[in-house]
């Protein structure tokens, strides 16, 4: 069965950082282009970043730009988001998607409006 498995989440003060990890099961990530989600208690899930499948584009949602830093291990076969002084705005289910003609644009950040491959989520709770 092919799926991707978000792993990292937690529980984490206001100001601290937390890694979430995207790993596939069953297919290879290359030639895929990867964008990160989320969705907070009773809202829209919003896109927050991506990345190509050459690793060379990133991108990320205002809301998180410089804060946040989205990386490839294509060794492993994993996707990284690093997230750095986190706020309890950020507290939500983060899921990484998969996609292999998703536009991840270096100008303006687009979510992906239909992704291939979907984990279930990581909870990332932000709080003191």
């Known amino acids: 069965q092919l799926h991707l498995v978000e792993s990292g989440g937690g529980l984490v003060q206001p100001g601290g950082s937390l890694t979430l990890s995207c790993a596939a099961s069953?297919?290879?990530?290359?030639?895929?282009?990867i964008g990160w989600f989320r969705q907070a208690p009773g809202k829209e899930r919003e896109g927050v970043s991506c990345?190509?499948?050459?690793?060379?584009?990133?991108n990320y949602a205002d809301s998180v730009k410089g804060r946040f830093t989205v990386s490839r291990d294509n060794a492993n076969n994993t996707v990284l988001l690093q997230m750095s002084s986190l706020k309890p705005e950020d507290t939500a289910v983060y899921y990484c998607?998969?996609?292999?003609?998703?536009?991840?644009?270096?100008?303006?950040?687009?979510?992906?409006?239909?992704?291939?491959?979907w984990g279930k989520g990581a909870l990332v709770t932000v709080s003191s």
């Open positions: 998607a998969a996609d292999p003609t998703y536009y991840c644009s270096a100008y303006r950040f687009i979510p992906g409006s239909y992704m291939k491959y």
């Open positions: 069953g297919f290879t990530l290359d030639g895929y282009n």
């Open positions: 990345i190509r499948s050459s690793g060379r584009i990133t």
